[in-house]
């Protein structure tokens, strides 16, 4: 590519979401009047400049690249009504200009971001190893993954300013995943002499609070054009020139990843150039960092072979509304500011060509977000609050208050000196809730269109907000309207929210439903996020619509079952999502793994998932018929080895108490389907079993007894046997246990168990009496205040005392010497039970 080495351009350099920045790009636009704007940006993204000025686009926007390979990779470009290259576009189209996007394109830079942190996890690994010097040089072969290639993390690529130190005038966000490019080797400098940041040196010679309080009053309040453009340009060339080498040789990536960008940047100047454009009808906006740089694009520009040569994924672009908490630094945005809204608002009032309106219009709107929070101000407040700002302004020699001093006033005035009065007000109008939106059809992959279909066919539209919104469905029928459509209206719902949770994208969540909640009510909060675009996007891999999607996730997850359990989940999970060819998919994985099962507790945990789908499956309009033999199947297998799972530690009794109380819960609900006098004689051989866990055996016993297939004869001698005296201690104290656990108002009636138990206490020494004391507390310690109570009472009559009396002191509080014992026999080694 022949250039003269002299070919000068325009640049203008810009920090990201600056309205100074904007108000002052527009007016040497309308200077130069160019024939073309080219803008740091991915230039692959250039075909999207049409959607992003369409007059139907609301700021906060973004373009999103993602890789359509796994792992996914993705990378933002996030723009607000006042980011000066937004402002830009649109003065371009205005005016009829060519406009360009002249920055890596988006494959690129997620292939140079891979090996950064690649790069990065390499110095991390051989510091870890001591004497380790071998050097691996990053490929484009070993990109290294994020999660599970499923859920990928979010990766944050360069945004239009490209600046890459946030508080410069461009801010380059930092990747998650990555080191921010901040030239800290100016920091460390600065830091190693004094303990402080350059920035924090530059705050305190200007007599400002912050540096980003000296930002605001030296360069987004400066109306002077020329002045503006000048100093940022000699800021950032200084800045540069200081940081430069030392960025070189401590970060290595991060100069070659920013000399790549400039020299692919300088090379399509240079074919705007070469296609006629007059050097000096050239305007490059980009991160001011940058500008040093772009101005003579013949000296670096990148060549034929070089471009050949740069590493690549396959990536797709889309845009996506954004959101003004996601741009703010409170989301962990590198290039965020701290007040997206304020900003907006700064914005506005240089349009309305008042700027001066600002503090007035902040602390105005201020009192009225505390008067909606029942905080009533007067307007005579709010004038002083404007007064006191001003004020603070004039003692620092600035023309218009900044965000630290209008905030000072409203904490002082407003609330009155207290800062929590006015917390939650200021936080609403510095940040803002306002989410972007798109003109219906821009730019969206196939996934977000048929999502926003569903939001729209659902009547879910007004929900995608910033703000959490809870929403409470009724699944049944709605007979009270005509079309099916409507009767339906939150059943589907609850299938479009369930196939949103089984593909991670957090637009809704569910909340736990109360026990007394009934079976065809949910309760969901549902809330709009960039990230839940960003994993719809990531989604659009999987499939081009949310059912498709759904179908090939649950397809992933069958495949790679291993259990019992995880199959019956994914059945649930199938049914509530409204997937029946999911749910036979899900059957048949179930079945399979059910024949060479023998896990009692995965197999009642399966057959107690199967029993719920069958008994309200009817609520979700599933046909569960095919359900049926399965669940025949599960319970018989239950059955068949309950005795041989019964045969285990103290430990692994309780799981199967549960295991047993699901299956003897089937029984009783479907007892026309499963084999009940199985269950009954398997309960009774269990209930017989001196060589099971004596807490299983006694739990047996109380179901036997709940069932009524045991009377009280059969009781007194399994008591009486159990409880004899020479029964080891933690035999009959577990068996009385398990026996506990069920029925009790049963058990308190019958005195003779009590004198049974009462006999059997006293005919133990004191070590055996130790032992048993652990079986026996944990026993009684389930038991309610009033259970309680009447085993006092029934204890006292036992004992020839007086009932209440007796109440009294067994339920009273321990003493401080007893309950110390207590916590010595907790600790004491009883050997293997």
């Known amino acids: 590519m022949k250039t003269a080495a002299d070919v000068k351009v325009s640049v203008f350099g810009v920090r990201h979401l600056s309205p100074g920045g904007a108000r002052h790009l527009l007016q040497y636009l309308d200077q130069v009047r160019p024939t073309a704007v080219l803008i740091e940006g991915p230039s692959d993204a250039t075909s999207m400049i049409r959607d992003l000025v369409h007059p139907s686009t609301v700021p906060p926007v973004a373009v999103l690249a993602f890789t359509d390979e796994m792992p996914v990779r993705t990378a933002l470009w996030p723009f607000a009504v006042y980011s000066p290259e937004l402002q830009a576009m649109r003065w371009a189209a205005k005016h009829k200009a060519l406009c360009e996007m002249i920055d890596l394109p988006s494959g690129s830079a997620l292939a140079l971001q891979d090996l950064r942190r690649r790069a990065e996890e390499e110095k991390v690994s051989r510091k870890a190893v001591p004497g380790e010097e071998t050097e691996v040089k990053p490929t484009t072969d070993t990109m290294p993954e994020t999660g599970n290639g499923t859920s990928p993390s979010l990766e944050i690529a360069s945004d239009p300013s490209g600046n890459p130190a946030n508080p410069l ?100 100047i240079l074919k705007a150039v070469e296609a006629g454009h007059d050097p000096s009808k050239i305007v490059v ?25 740069m590493p690549s994924r396959s990536s797709k672009l889309t845009l996506m509304p954004y959101s003004y908490y996601r741009l703010s630094s409170l989301s962990g945005y590198g290039a965020g500011n701290n007040a997206p809204h304020y900003f907006q608002m700064m914005w506005e009032a240089m349009e309305s060509g008042q700027p001066e309106d600002l503090p007035r219009v902040y602390l105005s709107t201020a009192a009225r977000a505390l008067r909606a929070s029942g905080t009533h101000r007067s307007t005579a407040e709010v004038i002083e609050a404007v007064r006191m700002a001003e004020g603070l302004a004039s003692l620092h020699g600035g023309s218009a208050p900044t965000l630290l001093e209008l905030r000072d006033a409203a904490q002082t005035l407003l609330g009155r000196g207290e800062l929590s009065v006015v917390a939650e007000a200021l936080a609403r109008v510095d940040v803002g809730i306002e989410i972007g939106s798109l003109a219906e059809g821009v730019s969206q992959t196939p996934l977000q269109d048929d999502l926003n279909r569903e939001l729209k066919r659902l009547k879910l539209t007004k929900y995608k907000t910033a703000v959490a919104t809870d929403l409470s469905l009724d699944l049944r029928e709605n007979r009270r309207v005509s079309s099916q459509e409507a009767a339906f209206l939150d059943l589907n719902r609850s299938f479009l929210f369930h196939r949103l949770e089984l593909l991670e994208i957090p637009f809704v969540r569910s909340r736990p439903a109360n026990a007394d909640r009934a079976v065809w009510a949910e309760d969901w909060i549902i809330q709009w996020t960039p990230e839940a675009e960003i994993r719809v996007v990531e989604s659009t891999l999987l499939g081009e619509t949310i059912e498709i999607a759904c179908a090939h996730r649950l397809r992933e997850k069958l495949e790679a079952c291993t259990s019992i359990s995880e199959a019956s989940a994914l059945i649930g999970v199938s049914v509530r999502c409204g997937m029946t060819a999911q749910m036979e ?42 359900l049926v033999p399965l669940l025949e199947q599960l319970f018989f297998r239950g059955c068949l080895y309950l005795s041989d799972a019964a045969n285990c530690n103290d430990e692994a009794a309780y799981g199967m108490v549960s295991a047993i109380g699901e299956l003897n819960k089937i029984a009783q609900e479907h007892d026309d389907t499963v084999d009940v006098s199985l269950w009954t004689q398997e309960l009774n051989a269990l209930s017989e079993r001196d060589d099971r866990n004596p807490k299983l055996s006694g739990f047996a016993c109380a179901l036997l007894l709940e069932r009524g297939e045991m009377d009280a004869e059969q009781c007194a001698a399994e008591v009486s046997r159990r409880l004899s005296p020479g029964i080891p201690s933690d035999l009959g104290a577990g068996w009385f246990e398990g026996l506990s656990m069920r029925n009790r108002y ?76 207590l916590d010595e026999l907790n600790d004491f080694d009883f050997g293997d039970f």
Not at 186 to 193: K, M, P, R, T
Not at 222 to 249: K, Q, V
Not at 586 to 604: E, K, N
Request: proline share 4%.
């Open 169 to 268: 005038p461009g801010g380059l966000p930092p990747s998650e995943e990555s080191v921010p490019v901040e030239p800290e080797g100016v920091e460390e400098l600065e830091a190693e002499a004094t303990g402080r940041s350059i920035y924090e040196r530059i705050a305190e010679l200007a007599d400002e609070h912050d540096y980003d309080t000296y930002w605001e009053r030296h360069y987004e309040h400066n109306a002077n054009p020329d002045t503006y453009r000048d100093s940022i340009l000699a800021f950032s060339a200084e800045m540069r020139a200081l940081g430069e080498d030392r960025e070189r040789s401590d970060q290595p990536e991060e100069h070659a990843y920013n000399h790549v960008r400039e020299a692919y940047m300088q090379r399509q």
């Open 285 to 309: 906006v980009c991160g001011a960092y940058h500008a040093a740089a772009l101005e003579y694009p013949a000296k670096g520009a990148m060549s034929d072979e070089e471009l050949a040569a």
């Open 585 to 626: 998919d899900g059957r048949r994985v179930l079945q399979a793994l059910a024949a060479d099962s023998r896990d009692v507790a995965q197999i009642s945990g399966a057959a107690s998932r199967l029993s719920g789908i069958i008994a309200y499956g009817d609520i979700r309009r599933a046909d569960t018929a095919p």
């Open 746 to 821: 049963a058990l308190l009636s019958r005195m003779s168990l009590w004198v049974q138990l009462n006999d059997y206490i006293n005919s133990l020494g004191d070590e055996e009496f130790k032992r048993a004391l652990v079986f026996l507390r944990r026993a009684f310690s389930s038991f309610s205040a009033h259970e309680k109570t009447m085993i006092a009472e029934t204890l006292g009559e036992l004992w020839g005392v007086n009932a209440e009396q007796a109440a009294e002191i067994l339920t009273g509080e321990l003493k401080e010497e007893e309950d110390k014992m």
